[in-house]
Structures are given as structure tokens and as C-alpha cells.
């Protein structure tokens, strides 16, 4: 089959592959009708991700036709059209019992959290579903049938950007009435300002520094800033609320603008990557506000501004989006017509076409925010 493989720091290919199989009787293999690029791929093939090598199979935004399905699969068949939450969890342990799908304790022999569909060998060693096919674990617990009449484009963010978006709302402790600030304003950070419009918060704040980007978020009606226009936007952010956010939610991840240490020390494998959003979030929340950093992070962090958060009384919250929680409750609001994701798609391409498909989306250009890549 073909695949979009890592190949290298700053590069991927498409390749022919060999075919996925059955490997466990609760495994499906799904033939993969509609792929997404997420910014949390680049930091795989920036290298800023550990447990990567060559050849490795890229994607968690993934949904397609059932294949063929293990004998201790219950749910589904030949022929079964579903979409795949990325979080590989078994469904019976201690946190997935508790509905926290992304540690499950028996998905990954590699690292401390739980296995994540095509995220490195630290994250589970699943190969992903930038390819022709895909082998799902725990075929009873992720993978869910689309409901009749919906198209690939309408369900496949229930993979991910829906599900992590909403998540960052609830863990923000997002209320009507409220002062948010959303950091970052590609596909997660767009989708977390329309949940938070859906919310009712009374004044939604969305920084980034990507103009086109910015122009979209304007479209959905709310306030933005392009943080390269301040000294210090943070502070800015403080002084126009008259004393801060109530919220504050970080879509943006260790690949925010980084300083020139930070560059130093990421490559030295001291830093995990820029905190600059981090540092914002600290200055313009307000006392007794909530941060939620659902952009991903990496290992370690220096000059963490943790006093300028325990001293306001700041409630921070973070991790991997537990995302099957939330398939059926997204399949429902999709059909209802509460929530629509279409609009950040940018590019549709073939999975041939997925090296170009990286370039624009790792380098912003063609306006890109969301590619989707047609196996």
C-alpha cells in the first residue's frame, strides 16, 4: 500500500508500504477513505518528538471502510464506514474506565501516557492512517460508525480537532458571560473559538501572528490580535480586559515563537520546545482564572513561569484530549447542525501528494490551515 512516512528530520515521503493484518482477535483494518495533516505531526517530523525512525507511518486523523474485522470484534464489519478517535485505549482499565481514553494503562509498552495512533514508537509504535489502510487496536472501544448522510469532511475532525477543541473549553472552565483568550488560531484554535461562541462567553480574544489565519478567526466575529504588533501582548491583553481572562486556552504547543536560548536549548535537547504561549497565558489571565494547554509540549521546561501562576491562584490544566469520550456526543451535534468544521479545510490532496501537502502546511503557505489527503 502507499504511506506517508517519516524519513528523516524535515522530511516525509510518500512510499509503498507493506499492507497492515489482523494481529489481535479485537483489531479491525480499515481502508482509509479521508486522512488529515495535524500541527501536531510537524513536531514528529521536526524531530521534537521522541521515538521516531525512518519509515515510521504518519497520521491520527483518520476515518475509512471497515476491512476486515478481527473475530472479538463486536460492533463492526466488513463494510462498516467509521471514523477513529486517535487515542489507542483498551477501554477496561483504571482511566478508561474513568472515560480518560488518552492514559490508558495497557495501549503503550514504551512511554508513561497512553498509545496514540501514528505518534512515534514513545507513543505506542501504531502505525498511522496517512496511508491506503490502517490496523486499529481495541476495535470495540475507538473506532464508530458515521451516521447515514453525513459526508467524510463533515465527521473526520471527530478524530481529533472537534473532541480536543471542546475538551479545552470544558477544562477551561469556559461560562457564559465569560473573557476568553484563545492562543493560536489554526484548526484546534479555530474550532475552540466556535465552541467557545456556542458557550456564550461574552468576549473572545484570539492571538496568533499568521494574518490569513487571524482573518479567518475575524470571520467568526471575534476580537484578534497579531501578537508581533506588541512588545508584550500579554501584558496588552491584561490592561484592555482591566485585569485579565477568565480563561485562557492554549492551542499552540511547543512550536510557538521560540527565542534564540530556547532554539539553543531545544536542539541540545534541554528545552522542549518554545514556551512563549505559556508565558502570554501567565500574563493575561486573570486571578483565579484557568489555563488549558491542550497544544502539544515536550519534556522539560526552563524558566517555567509557575510563581506567576501560583501567586493568582491560577487553576492550570493540560494533557492529550481523551477523545472518544466525545464521538458520539460530536456525531450528534454535527447532525443537529451545532457545530461545523468545514470551513478550515483549505486543501484536498492525494495521499501522492502529501510531501507537497506538508510543505504549505508546515510553511503557511497557499493560506493553508487544514489539509485533507484522499487515500
Given at each position: 500500500?502507499k504511506?506517508?512516512v517519516?524519513?528523516?528530520i524535515q522530511k516525509?515521503e510518500c512510499?509503498?508500504?507493506?499492507?497492515p493484518?489482523i494481529e489481535?482477535?479485537?483489531?479491525?483494518?480499515?481502508?482509509?477513505t479521508?486522512?488529515?495533516?495535524?500541527g501536531?505531526?510537524?513536531?514528529l517530523?521536526h524531530g521534537?518528538?521522541?521515538g521516531?525512525?525512518?519509515?515510521y507511518i504518519l497520521?491520527?486523523e483518520?476515518?475509512?471502510?471497515?476491512?476486515?474485522?478481527?473475530?472479538?470484534v463486536?460492533?463492526l464489519?466488513?463494510g462498516?464506514?467509521?471514523?477513529?478517535?486517535?487515542?489507542v485505549a483498551?477501554g477496561?482499565?483504571?482511566?478508561?474506565?474513568r472515560?480518560?481514553?488518552?492514559?490508558c494503562?495497557?495501549?503503550?509498552d514504551?512511554g508513561?501516557?497512553?498509545?496514540?495512533?501514528?505518534?512515534?514508537k514513545?507513543?505506542g509504535?501504531?502505525?498511522?492512517?496517512?496511508?491506503?489502510y490502517?490496523?486499529?487496536?481495541?476495535?470495540?472501544?475507538?473506532?464508530k460508525?458515521?451516521p447515514?448522510?453525513?459526508?467524510d469532511e463533515?465527521?473526520?475532525f471527530?478524530t481529533?480537532?472537534?473532541p480536543?477543541?471542546?475538551?479545552?473549553?470544558?477544562i477551561a472552565?469556559?461560562?457564559a458571560g465569560?473573557?476568553?483568550?484563545?492562543l493560536g488560531?489554526?484548526?484546534?484554535?479555530?474550532?475552540?473559538i466556535?465552541?467557545?461562541?456556542?458557550?456564550?462567553?461574552?468576549?473572545?480574544?484570539?492571538v496568533d501572528?499568521?494574518?490569513?489565519r487571524?482573518e479567518?478567526?475575524?470571520?467568526y466575529g471575534v476580537?484578534?490580535?497579531?501578537f508581533?504588533?506588541y512588545?508584550q501582548?500579554?501584558?496588552y491583553?491584561?490592561?484592555i480586559?482591566?485585569?485579565?481572562?477568565?480563561?485562557v486556552?492554549?492551542?499552540?504547543?511547543l512550536?510557538?515563537?521560540?527565542s534564540v536560548?530556547?532554539?539553543?536549548?531545544t536542539?541540545?535537547k534541554?528545552?522542549?520546545g518554545?514556551?512563549?504561549?505559556?508565558?502570554t497565558?501567565?500574563?493575561?489571565?486573570?486571578?483565579?482564572?484557568t489555563v488549558?494547554?491542550?497544544?502539544v509540549?515536550?519534556?522539560?521546561y526552563?524558566?517555567f513561569?509557575?510563581g506567576?501562576?501560583?501567586?493568582?491562584?491560577?487553576s492550570?490544566?493540560m494533557g492529550?484530549?481523551?477523545a472518544?469520550?466525545?464521538?458520539d456526543?460530536?456525531?450528534e451535534?454535527i447532525?443537529k447542525?451545532?457545530?461545523?468544521?468545514?470551513d478550515i479545510?483549505t486543501?484536498?490532496l492525494?495521499?501522492e501528494e502529501?510531501?507537497?501537502a506538508?510543505s504549505?502546511?508546515?510553511?503557511r503557505?497557499?493560506?493553508c490551515?487544514?489539509?485533507?489527503?484522499?487515500a
Open positions: 500500500m504511506a506517508i517519516y524519513d528523516g516525509v512510499r509503498n508500504v507493506a499492507d493484518g489481535k482477535e479485537d483489531d479491525v483494518v480499515v481502508k482509509v479521508s486522512t488529515a495533516i495535524c501536531s505531526d510537524l513536531h517530523v521534537l518528538v521522541k521516531m525512525y525512518d519509515g497520521g491520527h483518520t476515518m475509512g471502510i471497515v476491512e476486515e474485522a478481527g473475530k472479538g463486536k460492533n464489519k466488513k462498516d464506514r467509521v471514523v477513529i478517535p486517535f487515542p483498551c477496561h482499565c483504571e482511566f478508561c474506565s472515560g480518560e481514553y488518552s492514559q494503562d495497557n495501549s503503550n514504551y508513561e501516557a497512553g498509545g496514540l495512533l501514528g505518534y512515534s514513545y507513543h509504535n501504531y502505525a498511522g492512517g496517512q496511508a491506503e490502517i490496523r486499529v487496536p481495541y476495535a470495540n472501544v475507538g473506532p460508525k458515521v447515514e448522510g453525513l459526508t463533515q465527521v473526520l471527530v481529533d480537532v472537534l480536543t477543541s471542546y475538551w479545552g473549553t470544558e472552565n469556559v461560562k465569560d473573557t476568553v483568550v484563545v488560531c489554526g484548526p484546534i484554535g479555530l474550532m475552540t466556535k465552541w467557545c461562541i456556542l458557550k456564550g462567553a461574552g468576549r473572545i480574544i484570539a501572528h499568521v494574518n490569513y487571524l479567518h478567526a475575524r470571520g476580537e484578534t490580535l497579531n508581533e504588533d512588545e501582548v500579554g501584558a491583553i491584561k490592561e480586559t482591566h485585569g485579565g481572562a477568565h480563561s486556552i492554549d492551542c499552540v504547543g512550536d510557538g515563537k521560540t536560548v530556547e532554539k539553543i536549548e536542539a541540545l534541554l528545552q522542549g518554545s514556551k512563549s504561549a505559556i508565558e497565558a501567565s500574563q493575561c489571565v486573570r486571578k483565579a482564572g488549558a494547554l491542550v497544544g509540549y515536550g519534556d522539560k526552563n524558566n513561569p509557575l506567576n501562576f501560583f501567586s493568582k491562584n491560577i492550570l490544566k492529550q484530549c481523551p472518544t469520550r466525545y464521538v456526543l460530536m456525531l451535534k447532525q447542525g451545532e457545530i461545523d468544521a468545514t479545510i486543501h484536498r492525494s495521499l502529501g510531501k507537497h506538508y504549505i502546511f508546515d510553511k503557505e497557499d493560506h490551515i487544514k489539509v485533507i489527503l484522499k
